[in-house]
């Protein structure tokens, strides 16, 4: 399986901290997702980089990738209570999207 | 707001029960999938349509029915269901599917099922 792992499980940060969130996968990639779940909603697509790319900003969120290692990373500067929610990576390689375990993510204001 | 729009947004059926789960998107997206969501664990997929075609069926018991009427509209059929399918399932579309894609999907808000 080419499922992500996401590291840590669960983040607590006081507001206007920066959040990073990790990644790892185990197999190639065509691009990798990172997208947002607040508690009772659906997944809201925050970024996606392809695997040709290392890094790509939007906004407050950078991401990384470094396909060597087989991992990405999520940073969101400055946050807000408003980014409490959980995060997931999601691998593409084929056809399919494949999320990885999420990061719940609490920013305390 | 989200632009996939799910309904009903909850449902509480019996074993015996027939519904159906609806899902509608007019963002002219060519794909659309199901996903299963337990609580605190990630989406999971179960099917996928590629323009109005079924592409994809991660060996879903057939209790569970899609139907892709048209490029906008996707529904799951439900039928004597069990106490695991208990969740909350997820409608997506994408503009493309398929290997060499690079779309992200859209999700809508869910369809919370309970099943008694």
């Known amino acids: 399986s080419q499922q992500g792992e996401e590291d840590p499980q669960a983040l607590s940060i006081q507001e206007g901290e920066n959040a990073t969130m990790n990644c790892s996968y185990k197999t190639s990639i065509n691009n990798l997702q990172w997208y947002r779940q607040n508690s009772g909603r659906g997944l809201v697509h925050l970024i996606l980089?392809?695997?040709?790319?290392r890094e790509k900003h939007s906004g407050r969120l950078r991401v990384t990738l470094d396909t060597s290692k087989k991992s990405s990373s999520l940073l969101i500067t400055a946050s807000r209570a408003a980014d409490t929610a959980s995060y997931f990576c999601a691998t593409k390689g084929g056809s399919r999207l494949t999320f990885g375990e999420g990061t719940q993510l609490t920013v305390n204001p | 707001d989200t632009e996939v729009t799910q309904t009903p947004k909850h449902l509480v059926m019996g074993m015996t029960n027939k519904k159906s789960l609806k899902c509608e998107q007019h963002m002219g997206h060519r794909a659309m999938y199901w996903y299963k969501q337990k609580a605190k664990k990630p989406p999971e997929l179960m099917f996928v349509?590629?323009?109005?075609?079924?592409?994809i069926n991660e060996s879903v018991p057939s209790r569970f029915s899609p139907e892709c009427p048209n490029s906008s509209l996707l529904n799951l059929h439900l039928h004597a269901l069990q106490p695991e399918d208990s969740a909350l399932y997820l409608c997506a579309s994408s503009l493309t599917w398929g290997r060499y894609s690079n779309q992200p999907q859209h999700f809508g808000d869910g369809t919370r099922l309970s099943i008694l």
């Open positions: 349509y590629s323009y109005e075609k079924l592409s």
């Open positions: 980089i392809r695997s040709n790319e």
